[in-house]
C-alpha cells in the first residue's frame, strides 16, 4: 500500500469549496430563470436574476484564482495533455471504466506525486476549465454588460445569440457536474475523494 500524498493544496481547495458552492446556486437559479412559470416561480423572478448575477461574478474572480494558482504552483502541470499518447491513454482509461473496474483490474494510470488526474479525468478537466469556463464568464459577462454585445452577427441577434451559448455551455457545465460528483465516488472508498478535498490528502487505493 502506498503512502498518502498531499496533492490539494490549500488554496485549491478553497477555490474548489467557493466554486462548487456557487455553480449550485448558478444552476438553481439559471433553472429557476429558464423554466419557471412567471406566476409560480420556483424562485421568485428577480432574487433569482439577482442571485444569479452576484454568483457569477464571485465564480469569474474565483476562476482568475484557479488559473493564478495553476500558473504560479505545480498544480499546473497536472493540466498538460501528452497529444501523442493521448488516444492511447484514453482508450486504456475507457476499458479500465467499462470493464476492468468490474473485474477489480488494477487502475493503468495509479495516482502518484507527478500525476494526479487518469487521462480521461484530465480531459475533461482541461475541456471544462480552460474551454467551458471562459466562455460561460465571457457570455455572462456580456449578458450582464449588453453595451458590450455586438448587435448583428450574420443577420441574426447578438444579443441572442450570446443568451443561447451561455444556455448551452451551462448545460454542458450541469452535465459535467453531474459526471464529475460520479466519478468523484469511485475512489478508494465512494467518500475518499470528498475527504481528500477537504483534508488536502489523496487516500490510496
Ligand atoms: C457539488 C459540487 C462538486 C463536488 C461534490 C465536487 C467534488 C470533487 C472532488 C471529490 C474532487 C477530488 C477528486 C479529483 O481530483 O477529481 C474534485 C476535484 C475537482 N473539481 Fe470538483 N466537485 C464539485 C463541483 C465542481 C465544479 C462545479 C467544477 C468546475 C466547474 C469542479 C472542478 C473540479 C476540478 C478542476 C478538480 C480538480 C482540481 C485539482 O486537483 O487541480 N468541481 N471535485
Not at 28 to 51: C, E, H, K
Request: charged residues 15%; proline residues 5%; glycine residues 6%.
Amino acid at each position: 500500500m502506498s503512502e498518502r500524498l498531499y496533492l490539494y493544496p490549500i488554496w485549491l481547495r478553497i477555490w474548489h469549496a467557493i466554486n462548487a458552492f456557487m455553480f449550485l446556486v448558478l444552476l438553481a437559479t439559471g433553472l429557476s430563470m429558464q423554466y419557471s412559470n412567471p406566476d409560480l416561480p420556483l424562485i421568485r423572478f428577480d432574487l433569482a436574476v439577482q442571485f444569479h448575477n452576484i454568483a457569477g461574478l464571485i465564480v469569474t474572480f474565483n476562476y482568475l484564482i484557479f488559473v493564478a494558482g495553476n500558473l504560479a504552483t505545480k498544480n499546473g502541470n497536472y493540466y498538460r495533455l501528452e497529444i501523442a499518447k493521448l488516444y492511447k491513454d484514453l482508450s486504456l482509461q475507457l476499458e479500465y471504466y467499462l470493464i476492468g473496474v468490474f473485474k477489480k483490474r488494477p487502475t493503468p494510470f495509479p495516482i502518484n506525486e507527478k500525476r494526479k488526474f487518469n487521462p480521461l479525468q484530465k480531459v475533461t478537466y482541461v475541456a471544462t476549465m480552460y474551454g467551458l469556463m471562459p466562455v460561460i464568464i465571457v457570455t455572462g459577462l456580456a449578458l450582464l454588460f449588453p453595451e458590450i454585445i455586438i448587435e448583428k452577427i450574420f443577420q441574426s441577434s447578438g444579443f441572442f445569440l450570446t443568451a443561447i451559448l451561455h444556455t448551452i455551455v451551462g448545460f454542458m457545465l450541469s452535465l459535467f457536474l453531474v459526471i464529475h460528483v460520479y466519478f468523484s465516488t469511485m475512489g478508494s472508498s465512494p467518500t475518499s475523494n470528498f475527504k481528500s478535498m477537504v483534508n488536502g490528502y489523496h487516500e490510496p487505493h
